[in-house]
């Protein structure tokens, strides 16, 4: 769960209520049409690295029947510095993934212009493999005025644009994707509303909102990123006060924008690559880590790879009121629900994702500060001690409170905490070194 006003902590909490009075209530509707979009499509992402070199750069992929020289669908994505762009796509089998700079911007690929596609071990174009299991597949590459794209695609594209604009042939399924983009934390995307939305609708809201790592200001390589991420339903404005009292002579807050509805193993994931791209276009030497709720199972992941990669440029790590243990209400949810949110299968207690996180540990690598709050209110689910919304058992789960350097309790609930002045300077003097 997360910092959000008691109505969507109340209903995030009432899921066993909701599943068993309420199964046509429009929250399930939508999570239903998500969870059927999500079976039936795959998500292709990859990272052009010299993107930052060239104007306009767009990715592409079509789903291109070669043989029958015929186009299906097509969909585009302008690229950033970073290089980074994704689509969902159905099938897998027939899509193929390009980029290419728009040098003279006028809206289509010309011969000459600096591009790349994905290609076989012949070098020929060859169509993106998807991983089994994961459905998923990631690719890199690189533009150069020396490739071209094949002459019979084009053609095809052409005939399946006719006379229509790009944006009338694009099927729609583009996953914006930001790393480094300076944000105003008060832009609607970021609201309390949006993030219920990307709990509730785990395929629509990349798709509309967008995700990735934002800035609120431009990068300084003489202050220490301090990366902050939500839980459930959360949103980046959950960060406010401690945006507001946060030493920015010395700190640079980013923060992760994500659909919490998400499985947690892929956000972690996601959230790695993230990382590993922003240091290798910045060069940071160290980046703090600070999670609330939910937040932290993604957080431990993330640095748990991270670190198993051979990094070491993680700083120090701060949890809040995290579900070390699991949470009672997605269990509950995972066997009443109509529509399950694909994140609750991660949450429940015993997961094969919360054994996953315990797997290595982080003391002596990196040092972790654990808060939790007890400020317990009656539930039909929660233990006696609780924060309204997990119980302290899950909140000081052993594994995580052997782990860490330092365990401490407050006498505050699950969105309380967030603004509470101790709270605060716990976190910024473990961020200090104290």
């Known amino acids: 769960m997360s910092f959000l006003p008691k109505a969507v902590v109340s209903n995030a909490m009432s899921v066993v209520l909701l599943a068993v009075g309420c199964t046509g209530c429009a929250n399930f509707r939508r999570l239903g049409e998500d969870l059927k979009f999500i079976e039936k499509t795959h998500i292709i ?13 767009y990715g592409v992929t079509v789903d291109w029947d070669r043989e029958a020289g015929k186009i299906d669908s097509a969909d585009f994505s302008e690229i950033g510095d970073m290089g980074i762009f994704g689509f969902f796509v159905e099938g897998t089998e ?21 591009a790349w596609i994905h290609t076989g071990a012949d070098g020929e174009a060859e169509p993106v493999s998807i991983e089994p299991g994961t459905g998923r597949a990631r690719l890199r590459g690189r533009l150069s005025p020396a490739t071209s ?3 019979d695609c084009l053609a095809a594209a052409r005939e399946l644009r006719g006379d229509r604009n790009i944006e009338e042939v694009a099927r729609g399924w583009r996953i914006p994707v930001e790393l480094g983009t300076i944000a105003e934390l008060d832009d609607p995307k970021f609201s309390t509303e949006r993030g219920s939305m990307g709990y509730w609708e785990p395929a629509s809201y990349p798709m509309e909102t967008g995700i990735g790592i934002y800035f609120l200001e431009a990068y300084d390589p003489t202050r ?3 990366l902050f991420v939500y839980g459930a ?3 980046p404005q959950d960060w406010r006060i401690f945006f507001e009292r946060i030493d920015r ?7 992760l924008h994500y659909p919490t509805g998400r499985r947690l193993d892929e956000t972690g994931t996601s959230l790695n690559n993230g990382v590993k791209i922003l240091q290798s ?82 003391r002596g690598r990196v040092d972790h500060l654990l808060m939790y709050g007890h400020r317990s209110k009656r539930s039909l689910v929660l233990p006696k001690e609780n924060d309204g919304t997990v119980s302290v058992k899950s909140q000081t789960d052993r594994r995580a409170a052997k782990d860490a350097v330092e365990v401490i309790g407050f006498d505050e609930d699950h969105v309380s905490i967030l603004s509470n ?9 473990h961020l200090d070194g104290g």
């Open 45 to 57: 992402t990859a990272t052009i690295d010299n993107a930052s070199r060239y104007p306009r750069v």
């Open 94 to 114: 027939r899509h193929y993934l390009m980029a290419f700079s728009d040098s003279d911007d006028d809206g289509r690929y010309d011969e000459g212009e600096p």
């Open 149 to 151: 794209l094949p002459a």
């Open 224 to 226: 220490i990123p301090v």
């Open 233 to 235: 339903a959360g949103s």
């Open 249 to 255: 002579r010395k700190y640079q807050p980013w923060f």
């Open 281 to 362: 276009y910045y060069g940071f030497s160290k980046i703090h880590v600070v999670a609330h709720s939910m937040g932290g199972l993604v957080t431990r992941d993330f640095i748990l790879k991270n670190l198993g990669e051979g990094n070491r440029y993680i700083g120090r790590y701060v949890t809040i009121s995290t579900p070390w243990g699991g949470q009672e209400f997605a269990e509950s949810g995972v066997k009443r629900a109509p529509s399950v949110i694909p994140s609750w299968l991660d949450m429940v207690p015993g997961s094969d994702f919360q054994e996953q996180v315990f797997d290595h540990r982080l």
């Open 421 to 429: 002045d101790e709270v605060l300077r716990h976190a910024f003097r």
